[in-house]
């Protein structure tokens, strides 16, 4: 699913200065594109709109050529055919695997056979019976993962997925996922304010700064060509090695 | 013209989805709108009705009864607040953080006079001490002062212990091991250090007991002591005074007011002894030779208030069953309790829950109102909710005057705010998160309900029903004002036979009463039984 933002803003209090501020930008058919910036810089509220939690002040959102969101129209978001990766996950606790993977599904039938081959997908097949609180932090977002992937949506979502995660867990799941979402064939949105994750996994980067976007690109581009000195500090956080001199980048 | 009415629309549409946190559906909204005008429907007009009557009315009131009842209402609020200070506060510190003998089964027993209803309490005493009381004498008079506010001390001082043995359990302590280092003697601790740090919770738990004793009728109806209650009840049904009943309500209201506000600045300030995470256990005082005291103190206000009332009422029981009462009249009015109860306590988890949803998950100033909405008829007596829904089913629904719909309606404005109270308590731990999760997956709002919120709450949902069950069945002045003629219930039972001296026959009500109020206590305590990673979902 294609995805495209036109000149989008959100503002919560309305005597406030607005968490998304005239925000445009597109998703191509299957691309990762990350959302990368610091804390309260809008990234989960971009997120939220994109799913339809939130409604937009002004601006447009189309989900291919279909207008999914504009200032007096919002599409509730169980009819968006979206999957969303939760922060802290939100598997329902009171449900088990089985149930948690096919809880979007109607049809009774093809549970079973949904469920196994989404189970294989995320490499914990015989997890079925378990409930959320049995399983580790990576087999968690795992299940949230491919519980998103049931519905077979256009657009997966994920805010912050690698943050309840070590750092060795973190590496593996970044993989993984990347994998996973490039397996299925999805469009997906990651959210996160680690440069790294971005760097490892998106096809495309935005980079936030109080609601407006400083710049957008392909990591390659806006690794060696920062535009402002504020994505150039950013990204140096991740304090990567220059994949072509092997010195730590330093802006 | 068009364009006219659509921008007002869109202005009346900014101002609505302003004032809510997450905007409802305008069908939910309407729902929650209905269930707190309802609720606070009867306070409304109790007031009205007060402030419209006849000067005439305020004037004859202010100055025979007013002063009078003032007096009486005050001076026991007073002497029953201090007496549940004296007692609660030495008992909380006896049972936390002394060596008195057995203080883990104190901390349930002296919290159970809680489950006895004050008037099944004063009950049992008119049996024992009363005019035709089996133990008679001209020493004990409970018709009296000091009869009345031994009765109310009994049955009130568990909020103090409850709060102040929570408190104990909080301070930090190395507070005391810092008064220690500075080289303060334990009683000049307990003095300069533990009482100060008390203060919030003893204040909270003192105005609990006074609130109770303004909203009382049982004890003080059964004893004929008047209070602000029982004036209000012999007005309007002795005298059929209905303008003199509003008037003594509004000032009964107002006094309630005062004592919440009152509430309210306390807690405002509440918590700075709050330690956080694990507190190493406290080395428990030793009492040596005080051992003995303490014990018979404990001992002697759990006799008192329990043991000696619910020894009584099994006395009757055996003494009915030996002269083989029948009990098909027990029946009956088991049977009616029952059946308002359930109702009332059903009705009210529906209500609950959307007035719940509304206030915590769309929130914002709408939700807020709602949610206060709900607490009016909780806050004040019962007495006075009853007055309003008489008021205002005379004037405005005469089809549901007389029937016992009133009965259920009054429970429900009496009781809701306790399902509120446990639905949201069960409401916070759920994370939106898993709602919205619902929603991605492609489930619209009332699936959200069915098969998330639902499930998930079911605990507090069970626990909130138990207790507005329990309270209704507890009910005494709403139902004694509000039931149809010849509608008996437990409560109502109870009330005539102490009037009419025929102990024996009230005895089961008495004792099924304690007995289904004890279930609480159970669900409070196996409370965590719900999901094990609630928290973090
Ligand atoms: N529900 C809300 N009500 C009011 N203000 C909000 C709400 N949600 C977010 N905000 C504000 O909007 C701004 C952007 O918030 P947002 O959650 O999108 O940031 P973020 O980039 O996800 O930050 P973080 O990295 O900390 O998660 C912040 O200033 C925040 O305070
Ligand atoms: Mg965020």
Redesign the pocket.
Known sequence: MKVYLNNVTKT??HR?SP??NNISFTVEEGEILSLL??????????L?LLAGFEVLDSGLIYFDQELIASQNFNLPPEERNIGMVFQDYALFPHLNVFENITFGLRDKKIKHQECEKLLRLVNLTGFEKRYPHELSGGQQQRIALARALSTKPGLILM??PFSNLDTFLKKQMREEIKRIVKNSGVSAVI?T?DPEDALVMADKIII?KN?IIEQQGPPQELYERPATEFVAGFLGKANILDPLTGIAYMP | MATKTKRALSALLTYWNNRW?KPPSFSFALLGFIISLMMALPLSYVILRALGSDKAVWHRLFSTRIPQLLWNTLSLTLVVSLLTLFIGVTLAFLVERTNLMGSKIWRWLLVLPLVIPPYIGTFSYITLFGNTGILKNQYINIYSFPGVAFIMTLYTFPYVFLLVSAALQRINPHYEEAARLAGLKPPQIFLRVILPLLRPSMGAGSILAALYVFSDFGAVGMLRYFTFTSAIYTQLIGRYDRSGAAVLSLVLIFLTFVLLFWEWYTKRNKAYYQSKGILKKQEPINLHYWRIPALILAGSVFLLAVALPVGTLVYWLILGLFKQITFSEFWKYTFNSFLVSSLAATASLIFASIIGILHKRNGGFFGELMARCCFAGYALPGVIIAIGILFFANSYLPWIYGTFLMLVIAYIIRFMPQGLQSFEASLVFISPNLEDAARSLGEGPWGVLRRVIFPLTLPGLKAGWTLMFISSLKELPVTLLLRPAGFDTLSVRIWLEASEGFYIAAAPAALLLILVSIIPIRLIAGRDGGYKNEGVS
């Open positions: 919560y209090n406030g968490a998304v910036g610091p804390s309260g810089c809008g990234k989960t509220t971009t939220r805010d912050e959210v304010h936030m609601g | 946190h």
